[in-house]
């Protein structure tokens, strides 16, 4: 790093889009890192979108297009309801994403989303902001030794959801760092799965 050299028997990526970066190029191929958008909009009346309230909602529609996510609102953080859509048109590379939320993005979400689908939340957008999924294939991740290593620990969440499995992720890591093997049984997240 620019702050020194490091020297360890192991190493644990989890370098979020930039892994590519860090990996032999044979293993770039599974990997695709795409922006996604998040937005929060006005209600008209905010208490019913409350935690406690309401559900955590997710539509999925016949194509990926019609797929959107739709959060309650806790009390914390900015006053409105956070919605977001899943994209995997055009991969990109985290250092050269657009992190600008353009205003054909928020239109898209009104006419598309609110306008036909939720009711009660306002066609004002408060917030919007970026974020980067790196998925696979299969849009799962990868938590595995690299191949032909037992030395260099990949973890590639999140694909969107690994946040959701974040606290068995964390502990799975150092069990293998640590041990070789892991308690929780991690075979739904090896590289061979995706051929490699």
């Not at 695709?32 to 539509?59: H, S, T």
């Not at 939320?101 to 009711?119: G, S």
């Not at 595995?144 to 502990?171: M, N, T, Y």
Request: glycine residues 8%; negative net charge; aromatic residues 12%.
């Amino acid at each position: 790093t620019n702050k020194g050299t490091y020297s360890a028997d192991k190493l644990v990526l989890t370098t979020g889009p930039w892994l590519t970066d860090l990996l032999a190029a044979e293993l770039h191929q599974p990997f695709g890192v795409y922006r996604q958008v998040i937005y929060w909009f006005e209600a008209e009346d905010l208490e019913p979108f409350r935690l406690d309230k309401f559900p955590f909602v997710i539509w999925i529609g016949d194509v990926i297009e019609d797929f959107y996510t739709l959060f309650p609102t806790p009390d914390f953080g900015t006053p409105a309801v956070k919605m977001l859509t899943e994209e995997y048109l055009d991969a990109t590379h985290p250092d050269e994403v657009d992190r600008t939320v353009q205003p054909h993005e928020i239109e898209r979400m009104v006419d598309y989303f609110i306008a036909n689908k939720v009711e009660g939340i306002t066609h004002r957008c408060v917030d919007a902001g970026v974020c980067l999924y790196t998925v696979t294939p299969d849009e799962h991740f990868v938590i595995d030794w690299q191949p032909g290593s037992q030395r260099v620990l990949v973890a590639s969440p999140c694909s969107g959801h690994g946040f959701k499995h974040s606290a068995a992720i964390g502990e799975a890591l150092a069990e293998m760092a640590s041990g070789g093997s892991s308690t929780i049984d991690m075979s739904a997240f090896r590289f061979e799965r995706i051929g490699l």
